[in-house]
């Protein structure tokens, strides 16, 4: 059974920084994408970054050149560090993994950034 654990999450000023990080367990793969989405107060919940193996990563473009997934597959863990954070990045975070057509998701973190 697969299970993700979220932590990290936050009250954070406009341009400061926060890291995220999503401790997985059970029988995940290294070509097990893995990532996060988010979600702010009243809308869907968008994809935000993804990892594969330790080498291709994804971003939305909102978050590329302020966000860096990372992910350490001997301890099934994905990292998100998050710079330059702006007061649209406000969302609950959710960590996922996708296994086959099958999405895990962890149960969300705040990330709350004031202007």
């Known amino acids: 059974q697969v299970q993700l654990v979220e932590s990290g999450g936050g009250l954070v000023q406009a341009g400061g920084s926060l890291g995220l990080t999503c401790a997985a367990s059970?029988?995940?793969?290294?070509?097990?994408?893995m990532g996060w989405y988010r979600q702010a107060p009243g809308s869907q919940r968008e994809f935000a970054a993804s990892?594969?193996?330790?080498?291709?990563?994804t971003y939305t473009d909102s978050v590329k050149g302020r966000f860096t997934i990372s992910r350490d597959n001997a301890k099934k863990t994905v990292y998100l560090q998050m710079n330059s954070l702006k007061p649209e990045d406000t969302a609950v975070y959710y960590c996922?993994?996708?296994?086959?057509?099958?999405?895990?998701w962890g149960q969300g973190t705040q990330v709350t950034v004031s202007s």
């Open positions: 059970g029988s995940i793969s290294r070509f097990n994408p």
């Open positions: 996922y993994v996708r296994m086959g057509v099958r999405y895990y």
């Open positions: 990892i594969v193996n330790e080498i291709t990563t």
